[in-house]
């Protein structure tokens, strides 16, 4: 099996920052693209920030210039700085990973347990 486990989520003011964490572990061959995706309250859910293997990134405009996303390949980790935090920000944060396994011949999308993030005005 494979497992994605998120950290880091809170209540912050505006302005504030934030680190989110997202460790996968299991019988893990490769990890390609990694990624975090949102949720607002009564909103459908939105890519917020992916990054390759190789550390290739894309962000939504809204979050251009305030998050980073990064990995640490050996610790099969991705995170996501977050910085000048907005209300608009407020949502549930959910990792993902496209993961092969079983000597890399099976491929697989895993998605962690989300982590609220709340940003007051």
């Known amino acids: 099996q494979v497992q994605l486990v998120e950290s880091g989520g809170g209540l912050v003011q505006f302005g504030g920052s934030l680190r989110l964490s997202c460790a996968a572990s299991g019988s893990i061959f490769n990890i390609r693209d990694m990624g975090w995706y949102r949720q607002a309250p009564g909103k459908e859910r939105e890519l917020v920030a992916a990054?390759?293997?190789?550390?290739?990134?894309n962000y939504a405009d809204s979050v251009k210039g305030r998050f980073t996303i990064s990995r640490d390949n050996a610790k099969n980790t991705v995170y996501l700085q977050m910085d000048s935090l907005k209300p608009e920000d407020t949502a549930v944060y959910y990792c993902?990973?496209?993961?092969?396994?079983?000597?890399?011949?099976?491929?697989?999308?895993?998605w962690g347990q989300g982590t609220q993030v709340t940003v007051s005005s």
């Open positions: 990054i390759s293997r190789g550390g290739r990134t």
């Open positions: 993902n990973a496209d993961i092969t396994y079983d000597s890399g011949y099976r491929r697989g999308v895993y």
